[in-house]
């Protein structure tokens, strides 16, 4: 049987290439990552549920086989698109033990037309409604460059399971920077995608009211590309959606790319935070690494009414968490009570019963201050690159150490940790963290790169361009099942 180690060295593309020469079969595939998820997860915390018996259906060719990730391992994220049937908790005691719908979301139908075997479920925040991955449902995930560091949220669990080596990719959703923040702290690429550009149906149309992207964390842009190309398109009777590129999003990393306009924004207002140094010095490298392949690369202005967003976007994420824990509550028969909640989804689900109809529709009328803004920025430049977060990877337990009085409080001092992620979502413009660099401590530091609506496969040619200039793939944590014997 292929050892741990080995099943580790090869990406997504990778595994399913040793498929297709008939190198390995399916089963010892599943079978491989499952010990590899026995071994690290004990220490990690990422998965919180595992399918073994997916490991003994992979021996019969499914309705994937035969594409280009056939019989990869993967793991689905516990909130956002689903599964048939499964256990489908979102993190929250509220929904402990409740079951999915009796359909999978069309985006789960695509990833298992893709070839992955699913082998189980990634551990979240409560309801996906924070940046750390610290439910009190199952405890924290700890990040395997430093088991006391986050893993970032709310795809903790999907990035700290991709970064150990458990499986080459994962499920990954972003309503507010839930693939990129993660991606940041586990040295990992992260690309959220334009809105709707990926499918939440059938029984979802504007996910967070258009805030939510789906897509995967990985090691490497062409896994992320390949899975775009079996992903991308809308769905049966989507009214609101990006129209895909006209091609595939992997064979457009081998176009050339043209010098583009990079203006790096190092001036985090949503909310206003002061950047670590080092976090400065590694976008600034960043921005030099660009110039140096031919981009042309300036620090530029970005301004909107950032205290308006903010108000308006707390109000929206709020009145999202208030209808999902009644949602929750009715179909559990549990108490909205601190027994069921954390402090700060009770604090929200409070707080948005103050909220009137009309104060919600203003709130997302505010949604276009974003739009016009990037809209405007991009007739200057092709991209925007900022940091991912405003500081290296945290403490596991600071976040639960603010004080929750109000959500909009505790909301302004949870986004400060990545203030550049949020507007995107608003936007619904695409962006990407890239890992190009690793702090003096050992934790890694993304790189946000930002462009216009639909413009994905720009981003994913930038992205393997400094792929090929600054390699990372092959650096491990200290906690990667090839150091595990």
């Known amino acids: 049987m292929m050892n741990a180690s080995e099943y580790a060295s090869y990406d997504g593309l990778g595994l399913g290439e040793l498929i297709q020469r008939g190198d390995i079969s399916r089963q010892e595939l599943a079978e491989v990552a499952l010990g590899a998820i026995d071994t690290l997860n004990p220490l990690v915390n990422a998965v919180i549920e595992t399918y073994p018996a997916a490991a003994q259906a992979s021996a019969k060719p499914a309705a994937g086989a035969g594409a280009k990730f056939d019989g990869v391992p993967f793991l689905l994220k516990d909130i956002g698109s689903h599964d048939a049937d499964v256990t489908f908790e979102l993190g929250s005691r509220l929904s402990k033990g409740l079951k999915a719908p009796p359909f999978a979301s069309e ?5 298992r037309q893709s070839g992955v075997t699913i ?8 309801m996906g409604s924070s940046c750390t991955t610290e439910p009190l449902l199952y405890g924290p995930t700890g990040n395997p460059w430093n088991l006391e560091r986050t893993a970032g949220g ?17 499920h990954a959703n972003d309503a507010g920077g839930s693939i990129r923040w993660p991606a940041a702290c586990c040295g990992l ?10 499918p939440h149906g059938p029984d979802t149309a504007l996910a967070l009211n258009g805030l939510a992207a789906e897509h995967i964390v990985s090691r490497t842009v062409r896994d992320t590309a390949a899975m ?15 129209p895909r590129l006209d091609g595939s999003y992997l064979d457009a990393l081998q176009q050339p790319l043209k010098p583009l306009r990079i203006g790096i924004n190092l001036n985090p207002v949503f909310p206003p935070t002061t950047l670590q140094a080092e976090v400065v010095t590694a976008i600034r490298d960043t921005g030099t690494l660009c110039a140096s392949l031919g981009h042309y690369v300036e620090e530029a202005t970005f301004t909107f009414d950032h205290e308006t967003l903010l108000r308006a976007f707390a109000i ?30 009770l604090v929200a689900w409070r707080d948005a019963g103050q909220v009137s109809a009309s104060q919600l529709l203003w709130a997302l009328e ?3 201050i974003a739009s016009r803004a990037y809209g405007e920025f991009f007739q200057r430049y092709d991209v925007m690159l900022t940091p991912a977060g405003s500081m290296e990877p945290f403490e596991i337990g600071k976040i639960g150490k603010i004080a929750t009085p109000s959500f909009f409080e505790w909301f302004l001092e949870m986004c400060s940790h990545c203030p550049f992620l949020s507007t995107a979502n608003i936007a619904g413009i695409p962006a990407m963290s890239v890992p190009l660099h690793w702090s003096a401590g050992g934790l890694p530091v993304g790189s946000h790169f930002l462009a216009k609506m639909g413009a994905e496969s720009l981003l994913l040619q930038l992205a ?11 650096k491990v944590p200290p906690h990667h099942i090839s150091r595990y014997r």
């Open 464 to 474: 393997a361009q400094l792929e090929v200039a600054r390699p990372w793939a092959q």
């Open 189 to 198: 690429f992260g690309l959220k995608p334009s809105r709707n550009l990926n």
């Open 119 to 126: 082998l189980g479920r990634t551990n979240v925040p409560e």
């Open 107 to 111: 985006l789960i139908n695509r990833f």
């Open 366 to 368: 505010q949604m276009n």
């Open 316 to 345: 929206i994420w709020s009145c999202n968490l208030r209808a999902g824990v009644e949602m929750l509550s009715g179909m559990t028969g549990n108490a909205i009570d601190s027994h069921h909640l954390e402090a700060h989804v």
């Open 228 to 242: 775009l190309d079996y992903t991308a398109g809308p769905d049966a009777g989507a009214w609101c959606y990006t």
């Open 154 to 170: 709310s795809s903790g669990g999907a990035a700290a399971a991709v970064a150990s080596g458990m499986v080459p990719i994962a």
